[in-house]
């Protein structure tokens, strides 16, 4: 069978690409066979799978959840990120299905859901080769990770192409799951691979354990009124209590401590991070690169590009005394301050950033979406950036907190409050607000509520999913953004994919 043939050479290219310490050898298919007997060989495995979350995140899937929300905007300054308009459509909501990041954001789950079937493929080759129970959790992880991708598919444009691991006809173009099958086959893959998935207590570091897998399980359920019309509360209630009475987890006492370089420590929220590096590219948008001014280094040799910026709406909102808005503790050493950046900007020596022209730089509330000046627009610098980085752009030590439980503790909130029981809910929210250093709320409105979300998980990627639970995304209005049709909710199949797929249909509206 062709297949089996395959297998060998592809696991042991898969081999040579991950492995730092792997000695040149040639390698048969017996040999092949039993790589899963090398200590950590499961790395190899899971490596290019892991790999590809960090392409997703830091690309094309943080573009179009924030800089299409009512959080991020990214002006032109002249011809400067003007990149053919595509920052403009995004926050106007006028896209298309040649739009650049749809179709990168397409590309790049596809890829992962592919690296995914292909690990599944490989340790399938090798069943009876290695230890039963670690086959079992290896398969499950690696479900886990594909079902993450497809549910970024799902989530953004509601089609699911699926192909079985063991399909070799590639010249046949994959069924494709859409609205509630789409659904149902995730919630089934994530419930049948809870029982294999290792506790949090057993897992390294860095990889997903059987509490990530829940708590994608409960953002599935949370937005299950958005993406069928049949709300599941209760259910998303049950995982997040799973997950709760593991007692592993609490509101973090220091919130940018979550976003500081050795986050990894004492990190009582993370539910599942990618680890990042200051000896490798971790390809993460962190924040400080893409949107500073180009003279504004922080003492360092960062490249900055003078990009993203706040939307003055958003930013309104804040009580400037929350402990979220702003943090001194990297001002001696950088000049700027973590969180919300507005008004004069500093170098490390206490002398002004100056602006291309010679003037001290001062960043304005207010920011012109089509001809921005250099210094219009609030910056956010939410993770720490790294001195031990020789070059911050896309080196940094920081791990990216991808599920925590502070947001795990909003669903919750948000559940209680849809279900009838105000009380338990709005309890819950002062309760992280107290932890958050501002007094609690007297009653706890669904506009309240979302308000609470963009505070604790501003320029995290949650924000578009968060907009459209609530009635806010297509139908709401911002600095530069009117109202636009609901169909807007969900992006368009790129024509690339229509093109190679016919199973897959534009959606409505395209």
Same mark, same amino acid.
């Given at each position: 069978?062709?297949?089996?043939?395959?297998?060998?050479?592809?696991?042991?290219?898969?081999?040579?690409?991950?492995?730092?310490?792997?000695?040149?050898?040639?390698?048969?298919? !017996?040999?092949?066979?039993?790589?899963?007997?090398?200590?950590?060989?499961?790395?190899?495995?899971?490596? *290019?799978?892991?790999?590809?979350?960090?392409?997703?995140?830091?690309?094309?899937?943080?573009?179009?959840?924030?800089?299409?929300?009512?959080?991020?905007?990214?002006?032109?300054?002249?011809?400067?990120?003007?990149?053919?308009?595509?920052?403009?459509?995004?926050?106007?909501?006028?896209?298309?299905?040649?739009?650049?990041?749809?179709?990168?954001? @397409?590309?790049?789950?596809?890829?992962?859901?592919?690296?995914?079937?292909?690990?599944?493929?490989?340790?399938?080759?090798?069943?009876?080769?290695? +230890?039963?129970?670690?086959?079992?959790?290896?398969?499950?992880?690696?479900?886990?990770?594909?079902? %993450?991708?497809?549910? @970024?598919?799902?989530?953004?444009?509601?089609?699911?192409?699926?192909?079985?691991?063991?399909?070799?006809?590639?010249?046949?173009?994959?069924?494709?799951?859409?609205?509630?099958?789409?659904?149902?086959?995730?919630?089934?893959?994530?419930? !049948?691979?809870?029982?294999?998935?290792?506790?949090?207590?057993?897992?390294?570091?860095?990889?997903?354990?059987?509490?990530?897998?829940?708590?994608?399980?409960?953002?599935?359920? %949370?937005?299950?009124?958005?993406?069928?019309?049949?709300?599941?509360?209760?259910?998303?209630? $049950?995982?997040?209590?799973?997950?709760?009475?593991?007692?592993?987890?609490?509101?973090?006492?220091?919130?940018?401590?979550?976003?500081?370089?050795?986050?990894e420590v004492d990190n009582t929220e993370a539910i599942f991070v990618l680890r990042?590096?200051?000896?490798?590219?971790?390809? %993460?948008?962190?924040?400080?690169?893409?949107?500073?001014?180009?003279?504004?280094?922080?003492?360092? !040799?960062? @490249?900055?590009?003078?990009?993203?910026?706040?939307?003055?709406?958003?930013?309104?909102?804040?009580?400037?005394?929350?402990?979220?808005?702003?943090?001194?503790?990297?001002?001696?050493?950088?000049?700027?301050?973590?969180?919300?950046?507005?008004?004069?900007?500093?170098? *490390?020596?206490?002398?002004?950033?100056?602006?291309?022209?010679?003037?001290?730089?001062?960043?304005?509330? $207010?920011?012109?979406?089509?001809?921005?000046?250099?210094?219009?627009?609030?910056?956010?610098?939410?993770?720490?950036?790294?001195?031990?980085?020789?070059?911050?752009?896309?080196?940094?030590?920081?791990?990216?907190? %991808?599920?925590?439980?502070?947001?795990?503790?909003?669903?919750?909130?948000?559940?209680?409050?849809?279900?009838?029981?105000?009380?338990?809910?709005?309890?819950?929210?002062?309760?992280?607000?107290?932890?958050?250093?501002?007094?609690?709320?007297?009653?706890?409105?669904?506009?309240?509520?979302?308000?609470?979300?963009?505070?604790?998980?501003?320029?995290?990627?949650?924000?578009?999913?968060?907009?459209?639970?609530?009635?806010?995304?297509?139908?709401?209005? @911002?600095?530069?953004?009117?109202?636009?049709?609901?169909?807007?909710?969900?992006?368009?199949?790129?024509?690339?994919?229509?093109?190679? +797929?016919? +199973?897959?249909?534009?959606?409505?509206?395209?």
């Amino acid at each position: 069978m062709m297949i089996k043939k395959l297998i060998p050479l592809t696991f042991a290219t898969l081999f040579l690409a991950f492995s730092c310490s792997l000695e040149e050898e040639v390698l048969d298919e !017996s040999s092949g066979e039993n790589l899963l007997e090398e200590p950590g060989i499961e790395m190899n495995l899971l490596a *290019p799978v892991y790999s590809q979350l960090k392409t997703v995140i830091a690309g094309d899937l943080w573009a179009l959840s924030e800089a299409s929300s009512d959080e991020v905007v990214v002006p032109t300054r002249g011809l400067d990120w003007e990149d053919e308009g595509k920052w403009k459509q995004l926050h106007r909501h006028s896209w298309d299905a040649a739009s650049g990041p749809i179709l990168g954001l @397409w590309t790049a789950l596809e890829t992962g859901v592919s690296r995914a079937n292909t690990g599944l493929l490989l340790l399938e080759s090798l069943e009876g080769k290695r +230890n039963p129970a670690l086959t079992r959790s290896l398969r499950a992880e690696l479900r886990l990770l594909r079902a %993450l991708y497809c549910y @970024w598919q799902y989530d953004c444009f509601r089609q699911i192409p699926v192909r079985d691991i063991e399909d070799e006809d590639y010249l046949t173009p994959p069924p494709v799951l859409k609205n509630q099958e789409a659904f149902e086959w995730l919630e089934s893959e994530l419930l !049948s691979i809870l029982p294999d998935m290792k506790p949090m207590v057993e897992q390294d570091y860095g990889r997903a354990a059987v509490d990530a897998a829940r708590f994608l399980l409960a953002k599935l359920y %949370l937005n299950a009124a958005a993406y069928t019309g049949q709300p599941a509360w209760e259910q998303c209630l $049950e995982q997040c209590a799973a997950i709760m009475n593991t007692g592993r987890y609490q509101l973090a006492d220091d919130y940018f401590h979550l976003f500081s370089v050795d986050n990894e420590v004492d990190n009582t929220e993370a539910i599942f991070v990618l680890r990042g590096s200051s000896q490798q590219s971790l390809e %993460l948008f962190l924040g400080a690169a893409v949107t500073l001014h180009r003279n504004q280094r922080l003492g360092t !040799s960062l @490249w900055t590009f003078n990009g993203y910026c706040t939307v003055p709406d958003f930013f309104y909102t804040w009580d400037q005394g929350d402990a979220r808005f702003q943090d001194d503790r990297i001002r001696a050493a950088t000049g700027a301050n973590l969180g919300f950046l507005v008004g004069p900007q500093y170098h *490390p020596d206490g002398s002004p950033v100056l602006t291309t022209g010679g003037e001290p730089l001062a960043y304005t509330v $207010e920011v012109d979406l089509y001809n921005a000046m250099e210094w219009e627009g609030v910056r956010v610098l939410k993770y720490e950036p790294d001195p031990a980085s020789g070059n911050l752009y896309f080196l940094g030590r920081c791990d990216f907190l %991808l599920f925590r439980f502070a947001d795990l503790h909003l669903m919750k909130t948000e559940v209680l409050l849809r279900l009838g029981r105000p009380q338990e809910a709005l309890a819950l929210a002062n309760e992280l607000r107290e932890k958050r250093g501002v007094s609690g709320l007297n009653e706890l409105t669904e506009d309240a509520l979302l308000k609470e979300r963009g505070f604790e998980l501003y320029w995290e990627g949650w924000r578009r999913q968060d907009l459209i639970r609530f009635g806010r995304f297509a139908a709401g209005a @911002w600095k530069d953004k009117q109202p636009v049709p609901e169909y807007r909710n969900v992006f368009p199949i790129p024509q690339t994919a229509l093109d190679v +797929n016919p +199973n897959l249909q534009q959606n409505p509206g395209y």
